[in-house]
């Protein structure tokens, strides 16, 4: 059966969407591109507008739509084995991530108060049942809360290469600060909470603080030091969406890339990285080692969060796990990766419990 697509991306939210038109804006090779989600309206609209932004730029893009709905358990085989594609990018989920900037009821407070590990289960489904679909030598590329369900993803057994955002939208913020932008002038080692900081202003800021390196020589007060980068409240798709871009265009293409990127085949945090055609790897800085950068970036959700052990069984740590218990102890006290699909039926039903009720606080 013939390719029908270089690139599948699944969901037709304002990531993907962040997505599917910085490729219109910047494909120099040809690359076909094809739109899958359920909503059919919004499907052929960003067809027709990454096609007309691709007609502006003048660049190698072409799209299509194939209407997709990954609530249907059997829909991402369907969807894969009719695109055939090299590159699967999955940006479809049940929990938005505008959950960091809402307030007013009892679900964006408890993920306020016990952290964004909270919605890991909620966004991990579709990615889950995706990564299942994926086809030995395709790429997958999950956007939904990589530094946490890429570890779920991969303790399944699934293939997984990697997220987008979050860890390069501090690597490229701070390269713009630095006036550095060459490929590894900057490397960052950042775990999506070190975000968290710099939605603040200068002076407001506390921990945690990701570490920086300027060629080899690590930066010692990353605080003063980029105190003129400041992210928006709400998420930071302007760059994280489009950071995902040049590394998914590389992969389609078969050339090489050098950046940044969350949960490299299932690892916690993210990461500076090269593709070299063929395989995901780290790219650390001289006097980092693999083990102290992953264990770096692993003691986030050991402190606070969702951590994976070798025994396949996910257990909640820290605030989280205390506010999680005081809503459901039985969804608090953990779950085996095997049982995602069930557990997400139980966190659903949280979920909307608690959306519907006021926050009195």
């Known amino acids: 059966m013939p390719r029908t697509t270089d690139v599948l991306v699944f969901g037709t939210g304002n990531f993907a969407a962040r997505i ?13 591109v094809t739109v899958a989600g359920r ?3 919004r499907l052929d609209w960003l067809r027709v507008a990454a096609s007309s932004r691709a007609a502006v730029f003048g660049t ?3 799209f299509a739509a194939c209407p997709a709905d990954l609530a249907q358990a059997e829909a991402a085989e369907a969807t894969i084995s009719a695109c055939r594609p090299r590159v699967v990018v ?3 989920s049940t929990q938005t991530p505008s959950v960091i900037a809402a307030t007013g ?3 964006s407070r408890l993920v306020a108060e016990g952290g964004l590990s909270a919605t890991a289960v909620l966004q991990s489904l579709f990615s889950m049942r995706v990564a299942a679909a994926v086809p030995a030598g395709c790429q997958m590329i999950n956007c939904c809360f990589p530094d946490v369900v890429n570890g779920l993803i991969a303790a399944s057994g699934l293939p997984i290469a990697c997220g987008t955002g979050n860890v390069a939208i501090l690597s490229n913020a701070f390269a713009a600060s630095l006036d550095r932008t060459a490929p590894g002038d900057v490397r960052v080692l950042a775990h999506y909470q070190c975000l968290g900081p710099f939605r603040r202003q200068a002076g407001e800021r506390g921990e945690p603080m990701p570490r920086v390196w300027i060629d080899e020589a690590e930066i010692r007060d990353v605080r003063s030091r980029f105190a003129d980068v400041k992210l928006t409240a709400e998420p930071a798709i302007e760059i994280s969406g489009a950071s995902g871009v040049p590394l998914i265009l590389a992969m389609a293409a078969g050339q090489p890339w050098r950046g940044h990127v969350p949960g490299p085949h ?5 990461y500076p990285v090269i593709w070299d055609k063929e395989e995901l790897r780290l790219d650390l800085p001289s006097g980092l080692t693999r083990d102290d950068a992953i264990g770096w970036n692993a003691r986030f959700e050991q402190e ?3 951590v994976v052990g070798e025994d396949g069984f996910a257990r909640y740590t820290g605030r989280l796990a205390e506010t999680l218990r005081s809503v459901s102890p039985q969804l608090a006290s953990g779950f085996a990766v095997r049982d995602v699909e069930a557990v997400y039926a139980e966190m659903e039903e949280l979920r909307a419990k608690l959306l519907s009720r006021l926050d009195a606080t």
């Open 266 to 270: 299932g690892l916690p945090g993210g």
């Open 304 to 306: 606070n969060g969702l």
């Open 90 to 92: 999955q940006a479809a």
């Open 60 to 62: 190698a893009a072409r």
């Open 39 to 41: 909503n059919r309206e």
């Open 20 to 32: 599917v038109f910085d490729i219109a804006a910047t494909a120099r090779v040809p690359v076909r």
């Open 105 to 107: 009821n009892a679900w």
